[in-house]
């Protein structure tokens, strides 16, 4: 009978125990976290970014503005980061000592609260107390630059710790926020690229407002679709063409487009683009290309290995290939900076279908050359 | 053995009871089944089988009564009448070591399940290539983390689950200089710029982002593909007076910093963690599908596992062959960002092995029992065989 009283004892035991699962406040200690903005997969940290909220809510109901766009031209030392769904643009800024400062594009439809809101929200993130409205001259530079009246404005936390310039811009219905973040000694030595760099911002054309879907833009993933890329124009490159290629229309975006039939039926897309600049450099355009077909980005040490390079009357051309590890897509690439610009070849396919057209590839890219006056 | 303990006896070693719990174990599984098309799996599981009783509201009123057992209940009073009625029917013995070995097994198997109601936690963690985590994140609960990042090299993290702000409870934790002190809660809700929600009711925060921003409670979801996303406006009081409201929901995305008492604080609401003993990296996400066709053939993740002394090892994790480490498995759940990030479920289940154990017990108790008849049955057959043939008809 005792073990009988045992199992009742037990059993009933099990019972209320199973009515409660703990929950208790706890305490602990972890390695420093970065907030997500600063993360390099987080969307965007719109709270320090932009009007909107937090970075999830990009995924909810913020409308960003459409319609006409600006474009800018970024200095050569900042790197281009993937635009997100509520960034138009994003760079990062070099500072001393391998800081980074993070520099937001983004624009939003309507006057997003006025003026005096949106500079006392940059003040807010920098423990600033808000400025009233009769302040406000005093505490922004507007100057007008090509047609448009843009807002400078420079707060620092006390102690230096935080910093925020930016630039506020109407444009058409929205308003466009270009706000750089870091350190009070980042923004100082940033800040003279800035003011240049906000020279360079303009209104974009419609043939720049309407590009392909299918475009290979190199300034960033997907999102990019929305913002206007511009696209290079001035002194262009010429080639020839393999007659087994078909050509397809050029877009706007494209200076080139052909497709490549393979053994099995599959088809290869080879896009031609230019845009100003070096788009980032030759390592952010290299690891953009490995990042679509799934493989890691390199570092500069291993940049030199993976890529070949070749000599072609006159041109430096770049030679990047690239299959993702399961062979379904690789990317056979030409990077070729002209003048103040960059040229993309870019042959994207199954692993199959570009290897069989490799060589011819590699013979097609020896027929490029500056185009004749 | 007499009176009311002996009735109690009874009716805990009765076959009847046994029968009686069956069907009530068949009616549950069959009601929870239905009800899953409502409440979602995790609701059925809570409200049917994680429990003691079934409530229901009387048509009309709010008053919740009980109308049907639980599964808790149910497998409870079904663990204890087997036990019982082990102890009292049978005897140790070889002749019967397999129904003992059979129903040791069940038994086992019962206290696993409730084991694994008890214990089990599930978490994911999604990992972008090249991304490193150490923790993972819970599928169902949130918590309210108040950071101090004061220190350039770690965060101190005091973490309040959502049921504390949801029974509306002040926590005064030893490690916090202040009190925090619930004032709204919304166990779903959605958030809306202010500036887009016209007409939207002031708001309760007064610090941080939340004045910029309406809330609006939504109906709580059981859908096994949406998530309750709760938003909560908490005051801290310091000694010297309310240091102000801050709204937080895991749908703001990133954490309120404020400083206080000359430390910098920081305070969100976020998908409950639990922070493992080792980080991980994702080195390679995989998603190889049949040559020609778009069928996907197998998911993959390749993790580098960093241990705290610095050393790591490589890890492949794909369908059926989860990782298991430090109490924890690590299996390939989901993938997302156009293959780029990978998901993995990350379960914590001491008595993962209690059903294993189990089905092997109960296995080789069926073998034993039934080879026992064969055996005497094959003996019965000899013996009739070698009987003399006048014996015979």
């Known amino acids: ?31 420093k976290e970065q907030d997500p903005t600063l993360a390099a997969s987080a969307p965007d940290n719109s709270a320090q970014a932009g009007p909107a909220a937090g970075g999830s809510m990009s995924d909810t109901a913020v409308p960003t503005a459409a319609g006409p766009s600006l474009t800018w031209s970024a200095p050569a030392t900042w790197t281009a980061k993937p635009a997100t769904a509520m960034r138009k643009g994003s760079y990062a800024v070099p500072g001393a000592g391998g800081e980074a400062g993070d520099l937001s594009i983004t624009a939003f439809p309507g006057a997003v609260g006025g003026l005096i809101a949106n500079v006392n929200r940059w003040r807010g993130q920098v423990q600033l107390p808000p400025l009233a409205d009769a302040d406000l001259a005093a505490a922004v530079t507007t100057v007008p630059e090509n047609g448009l009246q843009v807002t400078v404005v420079d707060f620092s936390a006390p102690g230096g710790a935080k910093r925020i310039l930016g630039a506020i811009v109407p444009f058409g219905d929205s308003c466009w926020f270009f706000k750089l973040t870091g350190s009070s000694a980042l923004i100082t030595s940033a800040k003279p690229g800035f003011l240049d760099f906000l020279k360079t911002i303009k209104a974009s054309g419609q043939a720049a407002a309407e590009p392909s879907s299918a475009a290979p833009a190199p300034a960033g993933g997907a999102a990019m679709a929305d913002t206007a890329v511009p696209t290079s124009s001035g002194a262009g490159l010429a080639w020839t063409a393999p007659s087994g290629w078909t050509a397809k229309p050029a877009s706007a975006m494209r200076k080139g487009s052909y497709a490549l039939a393979g053994a099995g039926g599959d088809a290869g897309d080879l896009s031609i683009t230019a845009f100003p600049g070096d788009v980032g450099g030759l390592l952010a355009n290299v690891n953009r290309w490995r990042g679509q077909v799934q493989l890691p980005p390199l570092g500069d040490a291993e940049l030199a290995g993976a890529v070949t390079s070749l000599s072609q009357g006159g041109l430096q051309l770049t030679l990047v290939d690239a299959a993702s590890p399961d062979g379904s897509k690789r990317i056979l690439g030409a990077i070729v900076p002209l003048g103040d610009s960059t040229w993309f070849f870019k042959l994207t396919g199954t692993d199959a279908l570009v290897a069989s057209s490799k060589p011819a590839f590699v013979a097609f890219l020896r027929t490029v050359r500056p185009a004749g006056p | ?117 008890l214990w089990q936690e599930d978490f994911d963690t999604s990992l972008d290539g090249g991304q490193t985590k150490n923790y993972a994140e819970s599928e169902r609960y949130n918590e309210v983390a108040i950071t101090d990042a004061t220190d350039p090299k770690f965060d101190d993290v005091v973490a309040i689950p959502e049921s504390v702000i949801a029974a509306n409870e002040a926590v005064q934790h030893p490690r916090l200089p202040f009190r925090v002190v619930p004032r709204l809660y919304y166990p779903n809700a959605s958030l809306e710029m202010r500036r887009d929600a016209a007409g939207a009711p002031p708001s309760p925060a007064t610090q941080g982002m939340g004045s910029q921003i309406s809330v609006t409670p939504l109906a709580i979801t059981s859908k096994e593909e949406e998530r309750n996303i709760p938003a909560a406006s908490l005051e801290l009081i310091a000694p010297e007076g309310s240091l102000g409201t801050w709204l937080v929901s895991p749908d703001l995305g990133m954490p309120q910093h404020f400083s206080y008492g000359g430390r910098d604080w920081k305070i969100s609401m976020r998908f409950q963690r639990r922070y493992l003993p080792f980080s991980l990296t994702l080195l390679k996400f995989s998603h190889d599908i049949y040559p020609g066709t778009d069928i996907p053939k197998n998911f993959s993740s390749k993790v580098r596992v960093n241990a705290a002394d610095g050393s790591g090892r490589e890890v492949l994790i794909y369908m059926n062959n989860p990782m298991r480490s430090a109490g924890l498995t690590f299996y390939q759940k989901s993938f997302a960002n156009e293959d780029r990030t990978t998901v993995l479920q990350v379960v914590r289940n001491p008595s993962w092995l209690m059903p294993y154990i189990a089905c092997t017990m109960m296995a080789l108790g069926l073998v034993l029992q039934f080879g026992q008849h064969l055996a005497a049955f094959g003996r019965r057959r000899r013996g009739a065989a070698a009987a003399p043939a006048e014996a015979r008809p």
């Open chain 2, 1 to 117: 053995m007499s009176g009311a303990l002996g009735l109690i006896r009874d009716f805990f070693v009765s076959l009847k009871l046994t029968v009686a719990l069956l069907a009530l174990g068949i009616v549950l599984i069959f009601w929870a089944t239905l009800a899953q098309t409502d409440l979602g799996v995790w609701g059925v599981h809570e409200k049917f089988f994680h429990s003691i009783l079934i409530f229901a509201a009387i048509p009309g009123t709010a008053l919740q009564v009980p109308i049907f057992p639980g599964g808790y209940l149910i497998g409870g009073f079904l663990l204890v009448n087997l036990v019982a009625a082990h102890l009292s029917r049978f005897r140790l013995g070889w002749k019967k070591a397999g129904i003992w070995l059979t129903h040791t097994g069940l038994i086992l198997l019962l206290l696993g399940e409730l084991l694994s109601g």
């Open chain 1, 1 to 31: 009978m005792d073990s009988f009283r045992k199992v009742v004892t037990f059993g009933s035991l099990a019972l209320i125990l199973a009515g409660c699962r703990e929950s208790k406040v706890s305490f602990y200690r972890v390695p």
